[in-house]
C-alpha cells in the first residue's frame, strides 16, 4: 500500500494479497475496489478493470486467461513500463505521415493519434521506431481489446461490408480472399463472416 491517499492499484492489490496463487476473475476484483474505494472517498473509482491490465502488464499479477488474473508472491517481479520516448513518437508520426496505418485518418480530420507498440513491452518489445507504428484511437482501442488476429479479422470484415455497400466487388473478393485464408488455418473461427 502506498503511504497517504490510498490508490485503486492499493486496493487492487489488497485483494491479490488476500487471494495468493488464486484464479481471480476481474468482476469479484471490481466489487472489492469499488465497494473499498466509495467506503474511503464517497465516489465510485474509474477503470478499475484498467488498472487491473496495468498491474499485469508491470509484472506483479499474471493473466491466466482473458479477464482472470493470479497474485503469485513467487512470481511476481515489477518492471517499469516505459512509453515510446517523445523523439521516437515524432519519428514514428512522421515516418506514418502523421495518420493512422489502418485507416488513413488523423490530426487533420481531428482524430487523435497514437504511438502503439507493435509488439507490447510486457512480451519483449522495445521504444524504438520499427516496433511502433500510429494508430487513431478507435484502433489502438480495438488492437488492445482483442488480438492482433482478431483485430486483423474484424478490420476485414468491415472493409467487406463497406465494399458491399458500396458495390466494390474488387475490394469484396479481396476480402473474401483473406477471410478464406483465416478459415483455412482455423484461426478465430469465433468471429462469423458476413459473407457465410
Known amino acids: 500500500m502506498s503511504r497517504g491517499r490510498v490508490t485503486i492499484s492499493d486496493l487492487i492489490m489488497e485483494y491479490f494479497f488476500k487471494h495468493p496463487k488464486e484464479d481471480l476473475p476481474h468482476g469479484p476484483v471490481v466489487d472489492y475496489v469499488e465497494e473499498k474505494y466509495k467506503e474511503l472517498y ?7 478493470w484498467r488498472q487491473i491490465r496495468k498491474l499485469y ?4 499479477l499474471i493473466k491466466v486467461k482473458k479477464g482472470v488474473y493470479r497474485y503469485d508472491p513467487d512470481l511476481a517481479q515489477y518492471r517499469e513500463l516505459h512509453e515510446f520516448p517523445s523523439d521516437v513518437k515524432e519519428q514514428i508520426f512522421k515516418r506514418d505521415n502523421y495518420r ?9 480530420d481531428g482524430v ?3 504511438a502503439d507498440h507493435k509488439v507490447p513491452i510486457q512480451n519483449g ?9 500510429t494508430l487513431c484511437s478507435e484502433h489502438n482501442y480495438l488492437k488492445k481489446t482483442y488480438s492482433q488476429t ?9 472493409l467487406y461490408e ?3 455497400v458500396k458495390g466494390d466487388k474488387r475490394m469484396e473478393k479481396f476480402c473474401k480472399e483473406i477471410l478464406d485464408v483465416y478459415d483455412k488455418y482455423k484461426i478465430n473461427h469465433h468471429i462469423k463472416r458476413p459473407d457465410k
Open 57 to 60: 502488464q508491470q509484472g506483479l
Open 112 to 114: 487523435e493519434i497514437h
Open 125 to 133: 518489445g522495445t521504444n524504438t521506431v520499427d516496433n511502433g507504428q
Open 162 to 164: 463497406e465494399a458491399k
Open 42 to 48: 464517497k465516489k465510485k473509482p474509474r477503470d478499475t
Open 100 to 108: 493512422c496505418v489502418v485507416c488513413g485518418r488523423g490530426r487533420e
Open 150 to 158: 482478431e483485430f486483423g479479422k474484424r478490420f476485414i470484415i468491415r
